[in-house]
């Protein structure tokens, strides 16, 4: 008999639910709004409400589901399933394992978005055919998640892996963590947008602006690429210096993990051609050549799944690592 | 009937080999003058000599010998028993597991000194009771080695770890791999013997070169921590800039590997009262919490026989790792 399991990829402003079998194919889905401003019991209804329609739609019922995973951002308690904070969405300390374990009777995994990330690439996606992977997605922030041996390198309390608050020059820009110079200060969608604006206020570019409707609040990585594609050089130069800063990054992971493959992912990821050749060729300055020689860099193959398939990843665990 | 192991420590200036018992116990050692100068033969011939004094003096036979391990600065190709390089002795490709094994016939393993001496902390020393922790050595260079899970993490080609080579700002001072601004550019004995001197040229400070009899050549980190000590302001505040990146290379390190436990070891650790507390006040500014909150940082525990406890960690390892 088939194996099944269920997967929720829950974020600020959608859930994302889905049934997959253990092959890692899914065979139903549902989308809700998060709802986040409506509270905490909401939030949760709504949740319940996914997981229902999945069910439904597959015709499968609760006692034929294996695991339930779920990827959420942090910080997190994984091992007591707390989400303990999430700035985007109206709670503190949500024992949201023991409330889904208590609704469904189904075993039920927390696991950070990136871990649940890298997981899935490895196991579904560009990471398929290894063992030793970094995953970096480079979005709003940057996170990222590390496979060693097969297996998700958690830290000791589920907390390693936090590349983009790794400091790469303590005299730069302030970090939403509080600190100068992380690396998410630099290179992330939040950076590429805080440059974007600044060009703008000093009037280095007019494209940009206008390609955001002359609204400031919508200047964003993506208007900032659209401006450097129709040749605006100071759009184009902030993705350089994005590059620069990612290269110093990647070095850095590649002289501490000494990975087989990185994998590039996010929705910065979708500008790749304005930045990566630098990146590429900074890290290639930066890293030392015995771990550069047996590197592989790889964009994440999972594009919008990636949430999804990383719940999935993070239910299907055990099974995939018997079987892989 | 005991196990016995071998050790060999390999330095550029010394050899030291030590037999061991099976619980990390030496039980004869025998050190001799590694006479680079002399040629890769010669230095051959000085570790056979090393080897079989020490069995001469424990009177135990070669075939008693379970395994013999041997810690040397990289780059090493470790699958292959390879000294690649060593910029203190006169050799390239070095098969020494090879040369070891036929001419003892003992089973060899090489590993690069930073991972063997995290290994002996782990096993012997600072982290008897952890099983994730890191290792730095904080000497002329910085290096680093990781356990997790009781194991070694080696990366996919056995160069994992290299902090000392992360960059932390890319405006930093040169450093001997060719970057700039990597953590051993701004933290190491190397940095403060150059910071030193700086301040001697540009006539901050006096008493370095005192301390030094005069020769510019003469300071390093020891004779700046002895001018630190008689008050010399100057020198104390190379000691609180080394401090201050140590701390951002140690928040590094936490927000990556989320460690239980950072070990610090190597010689500029002996002037820890003149940098420590900086380093671990910058360490609590830039990490996230939900690690800081697990970890513990001490200090070294095996001091000069860090070298051949790691080289006899390495010989153990199998054994360490199955009993403990």
Redesign the interface.
């Known amino acids: 008999m088939s194996e099944y399991y269920l997967g929720i990829d829950l974020g600020g402003t959608k859930i994302l639910t889905g049934l997959g079998d253990g092959e890692g194919n899914i065979l139903a889905s549902s989308r809700r709004d998060t709802q986040a401003e409506m509270g905490e019991k909401h939030v949760i209804n709504n949740i319940f409400k996914t997981v229902e329609d999945v069910l439904k739609k597959a015709g499968i019922a609760t006692g034929h589901i294996k695991a339930l995973g779920i990827g959420s951002p ?2 997190l308690d994984i091992k007591n399933g707390i989400i ?1 904070e999430n700035s985007n969405l109206p709670w503190k300390k949500v024992h949201i394992v023991e409330i889904i374990e208590n609704k469904f009777n189904i075993k039920t995994v927390l696991e950070n978005d990136a871990n649940a990330a890298a997981l899935a690439e490895k196991w579904f996606g560009a990471g398929r055919d290894v063992d ?1 992977m970094v995953y970096l997605t480079i979005s709003t922030g940057i996170g990222g998640g590390s496979v ?1 041996k097969k297996e998700l ?11 983009g ?7 730069g820009p302030l970090c939403g ?1 509080g ?1 100068h ?1 992380c690396l998410e200060s630099f290179a992330s969608g939040k950076s590429i947008s805080r440059m974007a604006k600044e060009a703008v206020k000093s009037k280095q570019s007019d494209l940009i602006l206008e390609l955001a409707d002359g609204d400031m609040d919508k200047i964003d990585a993506a208007v900032c690429a659209e401006a450097a594609r129709k040749g605006d050089k100071t759009a184009a130069e902030i993705f350089s210096t994005t590059g ?1 800063y990612l290269g ?1 990054g990647l ?2 992971v590649v ?6 493959l990185i994998v590039l992912g996010g929705g910065v990821m979708k500008a790749s051609d304005l930045f990566l050749d630098k990146a590429l060729e900074v890290m290639h ?2 890293a ?1 050549d ?2 550069l ?2 590197l592989e860099v790889k964009k994440a193959e999972l594009g919008d799944k990636i949430g999804l398939m990383g719940a999935l990843a993070v239910a299907m665990k055990e099974r995939l690592i018997k079987n892989g």
Do not use: K, R
């Open positions: 942090g910080p303990v030793d060693i390198f958690s830290g000791y309390s589920n907390n390693a892996c936090e590349i608050h790794t400091v790469i020059d303590p005299n963590c600190n110079g620069f110093i070095g850095n002289n501490i993990f000494n990975p087989q300055q930066n030392l015995a771990s020689s047996v």
